[in-house]
């Protein structure tokens, strides 16, 4: 993740190491992003997984979905989630203290 001192309400994680998720994305949410805005960011970012091959998935579990793109993104922690990978949300959500 680009080191930046600017704060960030909104955090993505590579969760490739359940047991040590990294930082690779985040932003300050005001209240203006979409969902469209902030996918369309992160695939400019990200060289993989490339464009339209991931989702967000909330510490829910739930999928930040691109079927309501002009929907405001949540203030939350997301972690990228491959579309190749199987989804089992209680192995792929972890966070630093333990299972969310």
Known sequence: MPQSTLPRNVQV????DQDNPILVA???QLGHTTIAEFYFCLEICFQRPTAYNFRLCNENG???SRDS???IVPITNYYVVSLGMDFLPSKLIISRSGYL
């Not at 994680?13 to 490739?16: A, F, G, K, Q, R």
Request: glycine share 16%; aromatic share 8%.
């Open 13 to 16: 994680y590579d969760n490739s």
């Open 26 to 28: 985040g932003l300050m």
């Open 62 to 64: 739930t999928i930040l």
């Open 69 to 71: 793109p002009g929907t």
